[in-house]
């Protein structure tokens, strides 16, 4: 296998793009047996007394494995187990952080490890900014494409944030771990990457209408991710060590395409934005929750459909006055190129394509297969955009429209 970073810089290089000063994590390992070389590699770098973060869900195996070798390796160690909240979801909230934080000071650790999926991650990594600390990621499910952020959404007293961290300093993704995985988890990242195609778009969109910031590295790169999980979904869905692998690989480069970029519009639009409201109604109304990335993906079908219906009747003009003067620009200049943003929305797949490779993939589909209602869904396409109102996406500009529209005599 291409060594990750390695085609990063060949990409790059024939763009002519430097990525000096990019915060890169030193070493990214994905193969069988990675996580051996996790203990090495925190002993060869000085870091001698080391907390693992887990949950209930990572087999004993697997974190006795890992602790066994940091010990042999000279290490300290202590593992803390995320308890769960109320309705028994580990989530990445207050709690969660502090209990990882009293480990820490406990131990007077020099380094963290992250031995999880993606709730895990975000807990470590605002844990260990908070506490001026290297973290080591270890995934064990490829469910999620944050591994490598260095943002952390956080919920405080129940409403999500996006707040600033660290990203690992290295990755040791052991595909003997990822393949086992539970079926649901791997489904879910291969939704995360679904969702590619809508937040493309979006970021797409906003840069035409308001000449936001555009990377075309960090976009090729994250379509080049997608496409591949694409050409094996099927493998994906069986979770054969190759399926699994490119999915991880898919997962770290889109990562990776955020770090380039420097912000998270290569991965995520309107699409999120859904996934967010509806995580949060959840908490609201103390319901279990649905893995981030089938909800990604079953919104990535209902964005597209949005989408795909506002390319044959338009927006809503005739109220962008009363917009504020930067979404009256926007207004105006969709207006001007729309025949280019319906071809652009004609490129999105149908949402019936998206739905098949969802259930290709072994997972939910749909939002009534995850237990999602039509007026929640509803709800979400008309107030998600204020859950992040800085992003200009097309649900965003369209929503804003109808706000605006005047009162009928």
């Excluded at 129940?158 to 990822?178: M, N, Q």
């Excluded at 094996?232 to 380039?260: C, F, K, N, P």
């Amino acid at each position: 296998m291409l060594d990750i970073m390695e085609a990063v810089r060949q990409a790059a290089a024939a763009r002519g793009r430097s990525l000096e000063g990019i915060p890169f994590p030193e070493v990214i390992r994905l193969e069988p047996g990675a996580v051996k070389e996790t203990a090495g590699y925190l002993a060869e770098t000085g870091l001698r007394s080391i907390v693992v973060v887990s949950d209930a869900v990572i087999g004993k195996a697997v974190r006795y494995e890992l602790t066994k070798d940091l010990i042999a390796n000279g290490s300290r160690a202590s593992l803390v187990e995320v308890l769960p909240n109320a309705v028994g979801d580990v989530v990445a909230d207050e709690a969660s952080i502090v209990q990882v934080l009293l480990e820490i000071q406990k131990l007077r650790a020099d380094a963290v490890v992250a031995l999880g999926a993606g709730t895990i991650h975000d807990i470590v990594r605002y844990a260990a900014f908070s506490s001026g600390l290297p973290f080591v990621s270890v995934p064990t499910a490829p469910s999620v494409d944050g591994f490598t952020s260095r943002g952390a959404p956080i919920l405080i007293r129940g409403h999500k944030h996006t707040v600033p961290a660290i990203g690992p300093s290295a990755i040791f993704a052991d595909t003997h771990i990822l393949k086992e995985a539970p079926a649901a988890m791997v489904a879910a990242g291969f939704g995360d990457m679904l969702g590619k195609y809508t937040s493309l778009f979006d970021w797409t969109f906003e840069h035409m209408v308001t000449g936001a910031p555009y990377d075309e590295l960090s976009a090729d790169m994250t379509m080049q991710a997608l496409a591949s999980c694409i050409d094996q979904v099927e493998a994906i869905g069986s979770r054969t060590e190759e399926g699994v692998s490119v999915l991880m690989q898919a997962l770290i480069q889109s990562g990776l395409a955020m770090l380039i970029f420097g912000q998270s519009h290569p991965a995520s639009g309107a699409e999120h934005h859904l996934s967010h409201y509806w995580e949060m109604e959840f908490l609201r109304t103390g319901r279990r929750q649905l893995l981030h990335g089938a909800k990604v993906g079953a919104a990535c079908a209902v964005i597209a459909r949005l989408y795909r219906e506002l390319a044959d009747s338009g927006l809503p003009y005739g109220s962008e006055g009363a917009l504020p003067e930067e979404l009256r620009h926007a207004a105006r200049q969709a207006e001007g190129r729309w025949p280019e943003i319906r071809q652009l929305i004609g490129a999105l797949p149908e949402p019936e394509r998206i739905q098949a490779w969802l259930t290709a993939a072994q997972g939910p589909a749909t939002t009534e297969e995850l237990g999602i209602g039509p007026e929640l869904v509803a709800r979400a396409l008309r107030e998600a955009d204020e859950v992040r109102p800085s992003r200009l996406t097309l649900l965003r500009l369209y929503n804003s429209l109808l706000r605006h529209q005047p009162l009928s005599s």
